[in-house]
């Protein structure tokens, strides 16, 4: 069945470094890859999404890059600050949006 | 626009019970998926609903079921509640774009389940 890997598990930087989240999906009819962002006891909030139409989009200092022949996407975070510690879910989605697979969320430390 | 709203928000159940967890979506929004997070996981798609029918389902017994109404809100139900059901529902909306890519989700705050 349809699956999304998402790596690592847990990620420590230090506050100003870069933050990198890889997720492989399995489904090649995905076309819709959003990154949603939780911060403990509140609900996921999406942050940044991509189109298979689309290589790569940034919105401030946070960007996606999306490979359709390898199936991966990746979300890149520059200048980490602390209030960007949080868990992230990578997903992916297909046309008309019916179902939308979520990687298991990779927990982001950001140390001042 | 209140975005998505869920309740109850937190619930005690005994096994064996059943619930039922309610979703309002965002304004303009017509169809409603159900997710399952358990601690420390991602959320996993339980069904998602449009037009009133069931339209996807994922790998979940038939102790959980569904419903939509002609407003659009949605209702879930677990039967014969077991431990392992204990888990954070969540309860996402979005407008479907017939042959376009898939949709942007918004979450309501989700029901905490604990099943005792």
């Known amino acids: 069945g349809e699956n999304v890997e998402q790596h690592p598990s847990t990620l420590s930087v230090q506050e100003g470094d870069s933050a990198v989240i890889k997720c492989t999906y399995s489904?090649?009819?995905?076309?819709?890859f959003p990154w949603y962002k939780q911060e403990l006891g509140k609900r996921p909030q999406l942050i940044i999404d991509i189109r298979s139409n689309v290589g790569e989009k940034k919105d401030q200092r946070i960007a996606v890059t999306l490979n359709k022949t390898a199936k991966h996407f990746s979300l890149h975070i520059t200048e980490t600050q602390p209030e960007d510690s949080a868990v992230y879910f990578c997903a992916s989605s297909y046309t008309g949006g019916f179902k939308t697979i979520f990687g298991a969320g990779t927990r982001l430390f950001v140390k001042a | 626009d209140a975005g998505v709203t869920q309740s109850p928000t937190h619930l005690i159940k005994t096994r064996g019970q059943q619930v039922t967890l309610r979703c309002s979506p965002k304004?303009?929004?017509?169809?409603v998926s159900w997710y399952q997070q358990a601690l420390g996981q991602g959320p996993q798609f339980i069904f998602q609903y449009y037009e009133e029918e069931e339209r996807q389902r994922g790998n979940f017994p038939d102790r959980f079921s569904g419903h939509q109404f002609p407003n659009y809100s949605s209702e879930l139900n677990v039967n014969a509640l077991l431990l392992g059901d204990s888990a954070l529902y969540l309860c996402?909306?979005?407008?479907?774009?017939?042959?376009?890519?898939?949709?942007?989700?918004?979450f309501g705050q989700g029901t905490r389940l604990t099943v005792v």
């Open positions: 489904d090649s009819a995905s076309n819709y």
């Open positions: 996402a909306s979005s407008l479907i774009v017939a042959r376009g890519p898939g949709a942007e989700a918004f």
């Open positions: 304004s303009g929004h017509d169809t």
